[in-house]
């Protein structure tokens, strides 16, 4: 077992936490030590997970803990903690998230002690999503990174923050205990006592089809309401919009991803025969929020609004995948998730400085801001082209392969998602048009200048993976391949 | 011949509080009025008394304990068919959680103007009324039983109404006596119905009964039974007198009230209907009106299960429009008693601990809410949801405080309310068939509370204040204006609640085996 690494995070995350809540105004340089100090707890988990090959059915072992919690004759409940590949890469996404948006909001100067001590909570919570092994557990991580994203858009938001904030806790409440009692379902009527997740993967797949196609609809709206899926997504743009700068990057870097990751552990690999049978419904879900989230964002006039809606594109890419139901798709869906994770972080980042800088988003009365604003500008073209999927950029590797294993799949399905991407393309070039060449329009708020260091030092954090691992994917992809997914064909 | 000793030995806790209750009177009449010292006394008799119950149960707190010792059931079922009582260690679970809603209001109650007429009465009255709960938990016989509800309910009608130059209170009292009354008619009318059936008023006779003589008035005899408590439960639609009681009465009643009484009428329930419930045996022998055989079986947990989801999904609709913080946390109430009801509905072990727990996690966070409301309305706060605008950053101890009752009632993770209700749903889950309806029923209503519960979050944090300025604190009362005792009760029940949120095991492990001898010994 060795050093329980994973418990040594947490906790390492929650006494930073609760000492920015009280450091007041020195709350950026306990948030940033506690950043610093992730980020190689990070990489000691690496070093410690480098274990074997997973099949489906079975259980993450890297760094794996368990402790006893509740015990009753009919129901246990563990502290059970363990990462694969999936975990570990998500994993990583946090930590670069996490930094980024800590040296991003360096000056936070209204209330800064609570603003880190918040938004160091969100990553407790989310390292606890991708890490837990126990149903009750994991539903306690889930719920945990809600509260504190309650709190940040309703404090530091915009001018709806609080219809904002309610609305984004309702929606995503809701299909939490609709997934817990999915979960819940699982564990008693495959006759097992336990909620751990080792029990679970060896019960749940024999389970009939019936139930497991019924539990599998909950965890559908369950993890769905967070990806978000179409018909469940009105509450991300409003979110998004009313949020402040750091809580959109982890709203959409992290918080999307967990709705990814609990399908994917939670979900195909607790009922495979539920999802398979339900597929077409999939497909039907990806292709319409692929479909929906570009058509919207087109339309968009709000430079935030049109990331808020290319995240909803983005994320029924990642839904398309996994409905692919192969060892490519899954692969890619989880790349595919880093890569969003870190590019609409950026890009989240670079609206969010445009509206330091000009007092507006508004892409109409905005344009021709290089030569003003020469490192935002390079930002905005990093991120688009990011986001749009250019080679040697992260998004390329992940949105490939996705397309790939989708016509391995369907064949020439796969032409609604690739126009449907030249759309993307599309409008990620209009903007850059509009905001970034010709005549200047939208003059830049008194006595602004280019953007100060710790915006352009967050900047530089995101990008960093960005190009790395748009050059090495290979980096990324061996990680991910140590796990479940290795199984598939 | 009557041991007397031995007799008053096995009733410990309940003389102790007996004799407090007399005590406290026979102070009032020498002329001792200070709020303080009969305070002081209410609250040390019921911690006495708790200690002693959990003694009885034979754990040592804090530690986990699997299983109880199995001679706790002083009586065997044979010999309590012949009883009045009976020691169950899910009565004494129960007493327990009795005694702690007793304590907590004693300590909040002692920061009361000692000058207030009736002020001794007031804890007086809240002994009595913990005797009676005492007795009901110890019940083996259906007029025993409902005697003591009796003792609680004259209690509580007159704590209610101690306050005697008060319309509205008066007004409460009023309502709640009438009320009251119409369900103890309509209980011990079932009762005599029971008695001609059966031919013997005890609860294990009765469930041992080998077979139903008269179905029908058997039947109908439950019926009645449901109704009369039903009213002290608060069960959709016998519910419509709580909200105007809870509202009017004073705070620290209404907090007594909806958390301590209430909850008799639920451990009744438990008494009452798991005979039938459980009793799958009188499925065969069962031919009501004539019309062939009948299973009793599923009919009553169908009728309790419809009852459960009924009064959840209408309390919390009604809590939806409230604009009172005290009819919010009045409708929240019924709503609650709907998930308990969901326990006593399915049944086994693992429900009766959930709902046990439930009903444990409800007596403190509801007393804690009517407390901080009792408290805000000191600080000369009006009683809307707008007049609280902006709480919590002037009160920051308060707002945490109600935030803490609230999350907890709407069963957001880390607090007791939470592992409350996953218990209890897991527990409708694990009993399969259409029990996971109610759980999911359960959980959708529970997401739907969360709504109310955030509106006010949302006014105590996010909102500024529109009040020309912090209103002044009554100057002689400690801890903030507050008053020491009621700051403390407050603070204690935080700290449970969030202490219970993270490590139910030991709890959960004693109530779980309380329940599993309930179910094995028959009611």
Same mark, same amino acid.
């Given at each position: ?135 009750? $557990? ?49 564990? #008693? ?31 559908? #709206? ?70 929906? @989230? ?43 998730? #880093? ?7 950026? $890009? ?17 009365? $905005? ?51 690739? $126009? ?16 970034? #060449? @010709? ?51 | ?23 406290v009177?026979?102070l009032d009449?020498l002329g001792v009025r200070r709020t303080e010292v009969t305070a002081g006394v209410s ?31 002083? %009586? ?12 169950? %260690? ?19 109650s002692a920061s009361r103007p000692s000058a207030e007429p009736g002020a001794p009465t007031f804890f007086g009255?809240?002994?009595?009324? %913990? ?31 101690y306050r ?9 009292? +009023? ?40 179905? *029908? ?12 408590? *039903? ?21 620290d ?58 009064? +959840? ?26 998930? &308990? ?23 403190? &966070? ?38 803490? &009752? ?39 209503? %529970? ?27 009554a100057?002689r009362l ?5 008053g020491y005792g ?24 004693? &109530? ?12």
């Amino acid at each position: 077992m060795g050093i329980p690494i994973l418990s040594i995070t947490l906790a390492s995350l929650a006494v930073g936490a609760a000492a920015s809540f009280v450091a007041g105004s020195r709350a950026r340089w306990v948030a940033l030590a506690t950043a610093l100090v992730f980020v190689a707890e990070t990489a000691a988990m690496f070093l410690g997970a480098w274990g074997p090959a997973l099949a489906p059915g079975q259980v993450p072992v890297g760094d794996a803990e368990t402790y006893r919690w509740i015990s009753l004759p009919w129901l246990q409940v563990n502290y059970a903690l363990g990462v694969d590949g999936i975990s570990l890469v998500l994993i990583l996404l946090t930590a670069f998230l996490g930094l980024a948006t800590i040296v991003y909001s360096w000056n936070e100067s209204h209330r800064p002690g609570p603003w880190f001590g918040l938004i160091l909570l969100t990553l407790l919570g989310s390292v606890g999503v991708f890490s837990a092994l126990d149903v009750l $557990l994991f539903f306690l991580f889930w719920e945990a990174v809600l509260v504190p994203m309650f709190f940040i858009i309703g404090y530091w938001g915009g001018p709806r923050r609080r219809y904002a904030a309610l609305k984004f806790f309702i929606y995503t409440h809701v299909a939490s205990v609709v997934m817990l009692v999915g979960l819940l379902v699982l564990v #008693f009527y495959s006759g097992s006592t336990s909620l751990d997740y080792s029990a679970l993967v060896a019960r749940a797949p024999a389970l009939p089809i019936v139930t497991q196609s019924v539990v599998f609809l909950a965890l559908l #709206f369950g993890f769905g309401v967070k990806f978000p899926v179409v018909p469940f997504h009105t509450w991300l743009p409003d979110a998004h919009v009313e949020a402040p700068t750091g809580g959109s990057v982890l709203l959409a870097g992290l918080l999307l991803k967990l709705g990814g990751y609990g399908l994917i552990r939670w979900g195909i690999l607790l009922v495979p025969g539920g999802f398979l049978h339900l597929d077409p419904i999939v497909y039907v879900l990806a292709f319409l929020s692929i479909a929906w @989230g570009s058509v919207v964002a087109l339309a968009q006039r709000d430079m935030k609004r049109l990331v808020a809606y290319s995240s909803i594109n983005h994320m029924g890419i990642v839904l398309l995948a996994i409905a692919v139901h192969s060892s490519l798709g899954l692969l890619a869906a989880v790349l595919l998730m #880093f890569a969003h994770g870190v590019v609409s972080g950026l $890009l989240f980042m670079v609206s969010g400085s445009v509206h330091h800088t000009f007092g507006t988003r508004d892409l109409a009365s $905005l344009g021709g801001i290089t030569p003003g604003t020469p490192f935002l500008a390079t930002m905005i073209m990093i991120g688009s082209l990011a986001s749009l999927g250019l080679p040697a950029l992260v998004s390329f590797p992940a949105e490939f392969g996705a397309l790939l294993a989708t016509y391995v799949a369907v064949s020439y399905w796969v032409l609604i998602p690739l $126009l449907i991407l030249v759309v993307t393309a599309a409008f990620y070039l209009w903007m850059m048009q509009r905001l970034l #060449f @010709g005549p200047p329009r939208g003059l830049p708020a008194e006595g602004a200048h280019d953007l100060p260091f710790f915006e352009r030092a967050g900047m530089a954090v995101l990008v960093v993976p960005i190009v790395l691992f748009g050059i090495l994917p290979g980096l990324l992809v061996t990680v991910i391949a140590n796990s479940p997914i290795r199984g598939y064909p | 011949m009557v041991d007397f000793v031995a007799l008053l030995s096995t009733f410990l806790p309940e003389v102790v509080i007996a004799a407090a209750a007399l005590l406290v009177f026979l102070l009032d009449v020498l002329g001792v009025r200070r709020t303080e010292v009969t305070a002081g006394v209410s609250a040390a008799a019921s911690l006495l008394a708790l200690l002693f119950v959990v003694a009885d149960l034979g754990i040592a707190p804090f530690s986990a304990v699997a299983t109880l010792p199995s001679g706790l059931l002083d %009586s065997s079922p044979a010999s309590a068919s012949t009883s009045l009582y009976a020691f169950t %260690s899910l009565g004494l679970v129960f007493q327990m959680i009795f005694l702690s809603a007793t304590f907590l209001v004693s300590l909040a109650s002692a920061s009361r103007p000692s000058a207030e007429p009736g002020a001794p009465t007031f804890f007086g009255l809240l002994l009595l009324a %913990s005797v009676g709960m005492l007795f009901v938990a110890v019940a083996a016989d259906l007029i025993f039983l409902l005697l003591a509800i009796e003792i609680t309910s004259v209690s509580t009608y007159l704590l209610v109404a101690y306050r005697r130059r008060d319309r509205r209170t008066i007004e409460a009292a +009023m309502k709640f006596y009438i009320i009251g009354a119409l369900s103890t008619v309509l209980s011990f009318f079932g009762a005599s119905l029971l008695f001609g059936a059966f031919g013997t008023t005890n609860l294990y006779a009765i469930a041992l009964a080998p077979a139903t003589p008269s179905a *029908a008035l058997v039947l109908v005899g439950y019926a009645f039974l449901l109704a009369g408590l *039903a009213f002290k439960v608060t069960v959709v639609p016998f519910h419509a007198w709580a909200v105007d009681v809870y509202d009017g009465a004073p705070d620290d009643v209404s907090a007594f009230l909806a958390g301590g009484t209430k909850k008799i009428g639920l451990f009744a329930f438990f008494l009452v209907f798991l005979g039938p419930v459980l009793l799958a045996r009188w499925a065969t022998s069962f031919s009501p009106f004539g019309l062939g055989p009948f299973n009793a079986h599923p009919v009553f947990q169908l009728v309790l299960g419809a009852l459960a989801v009924l009064t +959840m999904t209408f309390g919390n609709l009604l809590a939806l429009w409230q604009k009172e913080i005290k009819r919010m946390l009045a409708y929240s109430s019924i709503s609650q008693a709907g998930y &308990m009801l969901i326990g006593i509905a399915i049944g086994t072990s693992p429900a009766i601990a959930g709902a046990t727990l439930q009903i444990f996690a409800h007596v403190l &966070m509801k007393t804690g809410a009517f407390l901080v409301v009792g408290a805000v309305a000191a600080l000369g706060i009006g009683p809307l949801v707008d007049d609280w605008r902006g709480l919590g950053q002037e009160r920051p101890y308060l707002g945490v405080a109600f935030a803490l &009752m609230l999350l907890g009632l709407a069963g957001i993770p880390l607090t007791v309310g939470f592992v409350s209700k996953f218990v209890l749903f897991s527990a409708a889950i694990q009993a399969e068939g259409y029990f996971v309806w109610l759980a999911v029923a359960g959980v959708l209503n %529970s997401a739907a509370s969360v709504f109310y519960y955030a509106r006010v979050l949302k006014a105590m944090f996010f909102e500024r204040s529109d009040r020309p300025a912090a209103p002044s604190n009554a100057g002689r009362l400690g801890a903030n204006g507050l008053g020491y005792g009621r700051a403390a009760a407050i603070a204690i029940i935080a700290v449970v609640v969030v202490l219970l949120g993270i490590y139910p095991g030991p709890l959960l492990s004693v &109530m779980q085996s309380a329940a599993q001898h309930f179910v094995l010994l028959g009611p």
